[in-house]
Protein backbone atom coordinates (compact mmCIF):
# COMPACT_ATOMS: atom_id res chain seq x y z
CA UNK A 1 0.00 0.00 0.00
CA UNK A 2 1.19 3.28 -0.94
CA UNK A 3 1.79 6.00 1.61
CA UNK A 4 -0.57 8.50 0.03
CA UNK A 5 -2.64 5.28 -0.47
CA UNK A 6 -2.65 4.76 3.54
CA UNK A 7 -2.93 8.52 3.92
CA UNK A 8 -6.35 8.77 2.27
CA UNK A 9 -8.13 6.30 4.25
CA UNK A 10 -6.37 8.01 7.58
CA UNK A 11 -8.07 10.83 6.55
CA UNK A 12 -11.10 9.00 5.79
CA UNK A 13 -11.47 6.96 8.62
CA UNK A 14 -10.69 10.00 10.95
CA UNK A 15 -13.41 11.95 9.25
CA UNK A 16 -15.90 9.14 10.03
CA UNK A 17 -15.10 9.25 13.22
CA UNK A 18 -15.12 12.80 14.64
CA UNK A 19 -18.98 12.82 12.93
CA UNK A 20 -21.32 10.75 14.83
CA UNK A 21 -23.72 11.51 11.56
CA UNK A 22 -23.99 12.07 8.08
CA UNK A 23 -23.61 16.38 7.15
CA UNK A 24 -26.36 15.47 5.07
CA UNK A 25 -28.49 14.22 7.48
CA UNK A 26 -27.13 17.29 9.74
CA UNK A 27 -28.68 19.71 7.32
CA UNK A 28 -32.01 17.48 7.49
CA UNK A 29 -32.27 16.91 10.80
CA UNK A 30 -31.40 20.57 12.11
CA UNK A 31 -34.22 21.71 9.37
CA UNK A 32 -36.66 19.32 10.67
CA UNK A 33 -35.88 20.20 13.98
CA UNK A 34 -36.05 24.05 13.07
CA UNK A 35 -39.70 23.63 11.71
CA UNK A 36 -40.79 21.39 15.24
CA UNK A 37 -39.78 23.85 16.81
CA UNK A 38 -36.85 21.81 18.85
CA UNK A 39 -34.17 24.66 18.56
CA UNK A 40 -35.92 26.85 20.98
CA UNK A 41 -35.11 24.79 23.92
CA UNK A 42 -32.44 22.51 22.92
CA UNK A 43 -28.92 22.90 20.78
CA UNK A 44 -26.30 20.73 19.70
CA UNK A 45 -23.45 21.43 21.68
CA UNK A 46 -22.81 21.20 25.39
CA UNK A 47 -22.20 24.02 26.92
CA UNK A 48 -24.10 26.45 25.47
CA UNK A 49 -25.85 29.23 27.34
CA UNK A 50 -29.54 29.63 27.01
CA UNK A 51 -31.63 32.93 26.71
CA UNK A 52 -29.70 36.01 28.47
CA UNK A 53 -26.55 33.48 29.52
CA UNK A 54 -28.51 31.58 31.63
CA UNK A 55 -28.82 27.65 31.80
CA UNK A 56 -29.98 26.50 28.82
CA UNK A 57 -34.04 25.47 28.57
CA UNK A 58 -33.33 21.77 27.52
CA UNK A 59 -30.54 19.66 27.24
CA UNK A 60 -28.27 20.36 24.57
CA UNK A 61 -28.40 16.90 22.23
CA UNK A 62 -24.82 16.10 22.77
CA UNK A 63 -25.59 15.08 25.93
CA UNK A 64 -28.91 13.93 25.68
CA UNK A 65 -26.69 11.14 23.32
CA UNK A 66 -24.20 10.53 25.64
CA UNK A 67 -26.89 10.14 28.63
CA UNK A 68 -28.64 7.45 26.46
CA UNK A 69 -25.88 5.72 24.24
CA UNK A 70 -25.99 2.05 24.50
CA UNK A 71 -29.14 1.92 26.66
CA UNK A 72 -31.93 -0.73 25.46
CA UNK A 73 -34.95 1.12 24.69
CA UNK A 74 -33.81 4.21 24.55
CA UNK A 75 -34.74 5.99 21.28
CA UNK A 76 -38.56 4.30 22.13
CA UNK A 77 -38.09 5.98 25.51
CA UNK A 78 -37.25 9.74 23.92
CA UNK A 79 -39.89 9.24 20.76
CA UNK A 80 -41.96 9.40 23.54
CA UNK A 81 -40.77 11.96 25.55
CA UNK A 82 -41.01 14.11 22.65
CA UNK A 83 -44.62 13.53 21.87
CA UNK A 84 -45.72 13.59 24.98
CA UNK A 85 -43.74 15.06 27.65
CA UNK A 86 -41.78 14.68 30.87
CA UNK A 87 -42.63 14.81 34.13
CA UNK A 88 -41.11 18.11 35.67
CA UNK A 89 -40.64 15.81 39.29
CA UNK A 90 -38.51 12.58 37.53
CA UNK A 91 -36.33 14.79 35.14
CA UNK A 92 -32.22 13.72 35.77
CA UNK A 93 -31.39 17.28 33.90
CA UNK A 94 -32.77 18.94 37.32
CA UNK A 95 -29.92 21.70 38.18
CA UNK A 96 -28.47 21.54 34.87
CA UNK A 97 -31.23 23.07 32.71
CA UNK A 98 -33.54 26.32 33.23
CA UNK A 99 -36.26 23.97 31.90
CA UNK A 100 -38.53 21.85 34.51
CA UNK A 101 -39.76 19.65 31.82
CA UNK A 102 -40.84 19.08 27.86
CA UNK A 103 -44.13 19.64 26.91
CA UNK A 104 -45.94 17.41 24.80
CA UNK A 105 -44.70 17.93 21.14
CA UNK A 106 -47.29 16.04 18.75
CA UNK A 107 -49.07 18.79 17.40
CA UNK A 108 -45.69 19.67 16.18
CA UNK A 109 -43.90 16.70 14.89
CA UNK A 110 -44.91 13.26 13.51
CA UNK A 111 -43.77 9.93 15.15
CA UNK A 112 -41.81 9.06 12.30
CA UNK A 113 -39.96 12.26 11.92
CA UNK A 114 -39.69 12.13 16.31
CA UNK A 115 -37.86 9.00 15.85
CA UNK A 116 -35.69 9.92 12.81
CA UNK A 117 -34.81 12.87 15.12
CA UNK A 118 -33.98 10.97 17.98
CA UNK A 119 -32.28 8.51 16.67
CA UNK A 120 -29.90 11.27 15.18
CA UNK A 121 -29.50 12.57 18.25
CA UNK A 122 -28.64 9.30 19.76
CA UNK A 123 -25.60 9.22 16.86
CA UNK A 124 -24.01 12.93 18.26
CA UNK A 125 -23.26 10.75 21.44
CA UNK A 126 -21.14 7.89 19.85
Known amino acids: MSIRSFAGIAVFALAASSH ?6 DAEMMKLAS ?3 CLTCHSIESGKPGPNGLAPI ?5 DVGKQYAGKPGA ?3 LTR ?7 PYSSH ?3 KVSGLSMPPNAVAITEGNARRL ?3 ILALGR
Open 20 to 25: AADPMA
Open 35 to 37: ASG
Open 58 to 62: GPAWQ
Open 75 to 77: GEF
Open 81 to 87: IVLEGSS
Open 93 to 95: WKG
Open 118 to 120: VDW
